[in-house]
Structures are given as C-alpha cells and as structure tokens.
C-alpha cells in the first residue's frame, strides 16, 4: 500500500531557482493539500484541491503554484525560489467528505540557499 | 477564523508517568471536527483520532485517552503509563468547512514529547 507518496525527499536550490514537488496518492481521494512546517510552527497549508482541476489558496500561497490534472497527482512548483521556502513540505489527501482524517507523505525537505 | 492552541511547547516526563497534552480551539462553527496527530522522530505525521462537534463522549484506546469539553472548548489527549516510543511531537487540528463547503484543516503548533527511560 503506497498511500501518499512525495518526491524528492531532500533538495537544495539556489536563490532564483525552479522546481517542482511531486505528489501521488493511490487511495482514490479527492481531497489533496500541500503544506509546509516550519519548526515550533506548526503546519501551514499552502494550497488545496478538492478534485481534479480544482484548486484553491490556502494560509501561505505566495511563491508556489499548483495544477491538479487527474485525481492522483497533485504537484506544487515552486518559480523562484528564496531562503524563505526553506522548510519541510508534506503533501496529504483525504476522502470525500469533510469528516476524514488527512493521510500524510513522507514530507520533502527543501533548502534554499 | 478557527484558530487551535496547544500552549505546552514541551513537555519531558519520567518513563510509566502519566502525561496530558493541551488543546484549546476556538471556532464560530456548530458543526465541527477535531483531530490528534503523532510525528515522531522519523518525521511522518500519524492520525491518532478524530471526534465530531456533537460527540461529546471520552475515548480510551488502550494507553491514550481523549477528553473533549466543549465547554471549554477544549480537547486533551492524556498517555497513561508513557513508553519511550511515545516520545514524538503531537499536533492537534480542527476541521470545518469553509465558505464553499471545503475541508480546511488547521493546526496547533504542536507539543513536543520526550519520555526519559
């Protein structure tokens, strides 16, 4: 059982620099978020999709873009990276309905430089 | 605005002690949903429970137990008899719906707990 499956794991970017985070889910959810955890901060969402092409702003938008072309995958792009991205992103989906439990990737540690 | 508070930054406790976490929430909703998560040092965030607005009942699963006072807004996560491996940061997290009948999810900034052997 896969679940929510992130990649990279680890990357380092340099000031200015483009990359995408990737995110799968094999649950049939329709539910999908990206957020990002700061330390002693808490998880902040930065975007969320309630089914394919649907997406919408969450707490921390800004610096990040996201597409949701088909129900399982939901990846966040990063255009211009800064040192204040440097933070671990986890990507989570959920069932339909309000009620569920949020099911977490591995999370990607990013560091910006 | 929901918001959640978890005001225990850490909290370092004797091995077989018993242990509460703290949360308080604020919410304008009627119908709403709480949530515990573990992350542990591996890093990978865990549900632990779930409990609706209108189920006021406590819950006991085996050495964790859960008081839900919406009287106090409160929802507190107690470890009976803690072990080491229950050393982890624990998130508490409230759920409603939105203005366009979305799931939003917010987090309290999280209880680190170290269980000394």
């Known amino acids: 059982n896969a679940g929510v499956t992130q990649t990279p794991k680890f990357r380092i970017l340099k000031i200015g620099q483009s990359m995408t985070l990737q995110c799968a889910q094999d649950?049939?959810?329709?539910?999908m978020y990206w957020y990002r955890q700061d330390p002693g901060m808490g998880l902040k969402l930065i975007y969320y999709?309630?089914?394919?092409?649907?997406?919408d702003k969450g707490e921390v938008p800004n610096g990040y873009n996201v597409s949701r072309s088909t129900t399982e995958d939901f990846p966040l792009r990063l255009e211009l990276a800064a040192p204040s991205q440097t933070s671990v992103y986890f990507c989570?989906?959920?069932?339909?309905?309000?009620?569920?439990?949020?099911?977490f990737g591995e999370g990607s540690r990013l560091t910006v430089l | 605005a929901q918001k959640v508070t978890q005001a225990q930054t850490e909290i370092s406790v004797v091995e077989k002690e018993d242990v509460t976490l703290d949360c308080v929430y604020e919410?304008?909703?009627?119908?709403?949903?709480l949530f515990w998560y573990k992350q542990p040092p591996s890093g990978e965030l865990v549900f632990l429970i779930r409990?609706?607005?209108?189920?006021?009942q406590n819950e006991i699963s085996g050495r964790y137990s859960w008081n839900f006072q919406k009287s106090t807004s409160s929802f507190n996560f107690t470890i009976t008899a803690s072990q080491v491996v229950d050393s982890a940061v624990y998130f508490c997290?409230?759920?409603?719906?939105?203005?366009?009948?979305?799931?939003?999810?917010?987090f309290g900034t999280g209880t680190k707990l170290q269980v000394i052997p």
């Open positions: 997290a409230l759920s409603e719906a939105n203005s366009g009948g979305y799931q939003k999810v917010t």
């Open positions: 989570a989906s959920s069932r339909n309905t309000n009620t569920g439990e949020l099911f």
């Open positions: 999709s309630v089914g394919a092409g649907i997406t």
């Open positions: 409990r609706n607005s209108f189920d006021e």
């Open positions: 919410t304008r909703d009627t119908t709403y949903y």
């Open positions: 649950m049939n959810h329709n539910y």
